[in-house]
């Protein structure tokens, strides 16, 4: 069974560094897309950017690049969203999924989330 | 960038009724559309993909259709667990979701 496990929730203070992660299972780590949604508080799914672990390609959404940073740990597939420093408007649910073939695409499976909380 | 934009944002219906959503792209996005439901608390769920493949597992009563900028999604009888919020979300170039649609009984 493909799954995205992802890590714990974090409560953060403002200026805080933060890397939360999302291990994969149950399929070849190195040869799918996987990407990171972001859902604020009562709104919808903002899209983040992906990664290809093979190589680590990296595509970021205009609204996000400079704003965090997408990694991967092929060896021990996982992949990774960091922040150097948050701030409170980072509060939100962070989700990963994978592009279902080799290209991006359509988003499945999904992980279950991680809520990140930043408050001072 | 590719927006996307659904309508109704909102939309109260009834059991046993049929119900169609809205997805518009700001360019043509081919068959490059993927469907969603999400309730609260979880993570979001595959329905369609290509604007109209059915996802393995996905009751029936659901359908997509539509190519280039205009795409809908149908349920044709709304069951009790169809309550939920739905987005689309265009892979063409290179991702971006719609607002969502809220579902509720009326």
């Known amino acids: 069974e493909v799954q995205l496990v992802q890590s714990g929730a974090e409560v953060k203070k403002p200026g805080e560094s933060l890397k939360i992660s999302c291990k994969g299972s149950?399929?070849?780590?190195?040869?799918?897309?996987i990407g990171w949604v972001r859902q604020m508080p009562g709104k919808g799914l903002e899209w983040m950017g992906i990664?290809?672990?093979?190589?680590?390609?990296?595509i970021y959404s205009p609204s996000f690049q400079g704003q965090v940073t997408i990694s991967a740990d092929k060896s021990i597939s996982t992949a990774y969203l960091q922040w150097s420093s948050l701030k409170a408007s980072d509060t939100a649910m962070y989700y990963c999924?994978?592009?279902?073939?080799?290209?991006?695409?359509?988003?499945?499976?999904w992980g279950q989330g991680t809520l990140v909380t930043v408050s001072s | 960038d590719i927006q996307m934009t659904q309508s109704p944002s909102a939309l109260s219906a009834s059991v046993g009724d049929r119900v169609t959503i809205t997805c518009r792209a700001s360019?043509?996005?081919?068959?490059?559309l993927a469907w969603y439901q999400q309730k609260p608390g979880k993570a979001p769920k595959l329905l369609i993909y290509k604007a109209s493949s059915l996802e393995s597992g996905v009751p029936s009563r659901f359908s997509g259709s539509g190519f280039g900028t205009e795409f809908t999604l149908t349920i044709s009888s709304l069951q009790p667990d169809d309550f939920a919020t739905y987005y689309c979300?265009?892979?063409?170039?290179?991702?971006?979701f719609g607002q969502g649609t809220k579902l509720e009984i009326k």
């Open positions: 149950g399929y070849t780590f190195t040869n799918y897309w």
């Open positions: 979300q265009q892979y063409n170039s290179p991702v971006t």
């Open positions: 360019q043509s996005i081919s068959s490059w």
């Open positions: 999924a994978r592009h279902p073939t080799g290209s991006p695409g359509w988003f499945d499976p």
């Open positions: 990664i290809y672990p093979g190589d680590s390609d990296t």
